[in-house]
């Protein structure tokens, strides 16, 4: 059987979610920033016309505000995220098997299944249209490959309406249609390979799907030789539809403004361990290696620049927040300098095993079934009364270091204080 | 419909609930009623209840239906007192519901939200205030309009 696979995905995301509730920012250029309000990371249709491009830092497009009436926010990652839960809940009612791949986007495979695929994706553009305000592009193909690439021609083919199909093409038209597009467009290409390929005369998606896939293989990698397999319609990759526990687990954040002190580092590094410890135990597992990693700011060329990290390995793998804080600050004690102004700094739990495999060593004392009573009570409280009711000191206070978010909207769909208004 | 009904705070400590209770995975929004029979067990004799446990009444089992679509808005102003929704009421938007003349609705307006009765007579679209003092406002395509939601319910604290 031919698998049909659709990837959906909402519109300028961010942006969209923002404009639900608050439709002063309809038809003008927006923009949503990055964590710390650094970067450019959703950009409305308007300001996509402006020339903005993604990724680009703040302070680079600041003269639109006043020369063309642009509009930043910062990101409301509690909206975002509920907006997302209600989207992907949606999006899975319509086929037998899901794969959520980002915040924004889903795979669905509606392989087996009767009926014009397109037709289904005019139904999701039409239901989540108007559940949810978002406008969503469907792309379908034979393969995921061929579902990204049919979705960004969704998105850029405004014949299409949103809906693109490579059925709905003959053969011919679907290689006439590749050769106007840029190899970079592939999923898993992007702008690191793309260089490499088109020094090779691979410069359009049709140059890709002729290539030789055993040549890909060679000089790339399997997964460059599986891309061919996949834009020739041949489906390699499956739908990961059960979410597999995650191997690391990041968390870091940029600072509201330039660190100087141990201490401030010590606080911000104890609350992201915090998270990340959360997150650990939350997919049953424990780890043996925290990574600990700073940056001062590459967009200071004047200041003197520093980006150290450290893994500390722990004797015995665990889950138990105090543990992992006490690596923390360890490995961070031991790549501190002064003299640097940081940025940001992030901590990385890498060598996870699932916490029932966890092997003893001598030296372990007899406490650990308190320490998991310890860690899973705190959870607990922390998933009733809300994020750091209980928490540990060492992150600080009043944590004058966190981030700065200006412009953020309110949480209009999980905060009662911060419900949108009707008059 | 009208609720008397104090909004739940999330975050407030007042609200006592048992750690060990499973809590809902579901959206922020819904809280699910906490099953029957989940607490301790007494040490004598057995409940006479244990065999006929049911789930307790969960209110937003009856005032949102269609969880996904289901907004909660706050109300600013006393252009509805006629229909019951006054100031600082909550309004329970469903945007899954067809936005039928006769009913209230939330529609954008000129880059705002508004909550009015919606009157459609012969092709035209009327938003009509439920208090003498506002004039109804019949929109048309200059206004920058849009039906945003049905409202469902509203939730009234006397």
């Known amino acids: 059987m031919t698998t049909t696979i659709a990837l959906v995905d909402g519109n300028n995301f961010y942006v969209s979610c923002e404009r639900v509730f608050n439709p002063a920012l309809e038809c003008r250029p927006v923009v949503v920033l990055s964590n710390n309000d650094g970067c450019v990371v959703s950009r409305s249709n308007e300001a996509k016309a402006l020339g903005i491009r ?56 509606f392989t087996g299944t009767p009926g014009k695929v397109r037709d289904h994706g005019r139904s999701i553009r039409r239901r989540v249209r108007q559940y949810l305000g978002i406008t969503t592009c469907t792309g379908i193909g034979t393969s995921k490959t061929l579902a990204k690439l049919a979705n960004h021609v969704a998105k850029t083919h405004r014949q299409y309406q949103g809906v693109f199909d490579w059925e709905q093409l003959s053969l011919l038209e679907q290689e006439a249609l590749m050769d106007t597009l840029d190899v970079g467009e592939i999923w898993g290409i ?234 | 419909m009208t609720y008397s009904s104090t909004p739940p705070r999330r975050s407030s400590p007042s609200r006592r609930i048992p750690i060990g209770v499973p809590l809902s995975p579901a959206l922020n929004q819904t809280r699910q009623a906490l099953p029957l029979g989940a607490g301790r067990v007494a040490a004598g004799f057995p409940s006479p209840a244990t065999d006929h446990v049911e789930q307790r009444l969960d209110l937003s089992e009856y005032l949102v239906l269609h969880p996904e679509a289901t907004f909660f808005l706050r109300v600013k102003g006393d252009s509805m007192t006629g229909a019951g929704i006054h100031h600082g009421d909550l309004l329970i938007v469903d945007r899954s519901l067809s936005p039928a003349s006769g009913r209230v609705v939330v529609a954008t307006l000129n880059g705002e939200l508004t909550v009015k009765r919606l009157q459609r007579s012969r092709g035209k679209l009327t938003l009509k205030a439920e208090n003498p003092a506002y004039p109804d406002l019949a929109v048309s395509d200059e206004h920058d309009f849009q039906i945003w939601g049905v409202v469902a319910h509203v939730v009234h604290t006397p």
């Open chain 1, 190 to 423: 992007g702008r690191r390979l793309s260089p490499q390929l088109k020094a090779m005369s691979i410069h359009t998606v049709l140059d890709m799907k002729r290539a030789n896939a055993t040549l890909m293989r060679k000089r790339f990698s399997v997964l460059l030789q599986r891309t061919v397999a996949e834009l020739n319609g041949e489906s390699c990759m499956n739908l990961d539809d059960v979410a597999e526990p995650k191997s690391q687990i990041l968390a870091s954040r940029s600072f509201g403004r330039p660190v100087t002190a141990l201490q401030e580092l010590r606080e911000a590094a104890s609350s992201h361990i915090i998270r990340a410890a959360e997150r650990l135990r939350s997919q049953h597992s424990s780890c043996s290696q925290v990574t600990v990693f700073m940056h001062t700011n590459r967009f200071r060329n004047n200041d003197p620049q520093y980006n150290p990290a450290i893994l500390v390995p722990l004797t015995v793998a665990t889950d138990d927040t105090r543990r992992l804080i006490a690596a923390a600050m360890s490995g961070l004690e031991s790549i501190y300098r002064t003299g640097f102004r940081y940025k940001k700094i992030g901590v990385m739990l890498t060598g996870l095993q699932p916490v029932h495999a966890v092997q003893d060593d001598l030296f372990s004392t007899v406490e650990q079934p308190r320490a998991t009573r310890l860690m899973s009570t705190m959870d607990r409280i922390n998933r009733i009364y809300g994020m750091n009711t209980a928490t540990f000191a060492s992150a600080g206070i009043d944590q004058p270091w966190r981030m700065q978010t200006a412009q953020k909207s309110p949480r209009y769909t999980t905060s009662w204080n911060e419900l949108p208004q009707a008059r």
């Open chain 1, 54 to 109: 993604m990724g680009v830092p703040f302070f680079e497009i600041r003269s639109f505000i006043k020369s063309h009436g642009l509009t930043w926010l910062s990101s409301n990652y509690a909206l975002y995220g509920d907006m997302s839960a209600r989207m992907m809940a949606l999006l899975g009612e319509f086929a037998p098997r899901q794969e959520i791949y980002s915040i924004d986007e889903c795979f669905l495979d």
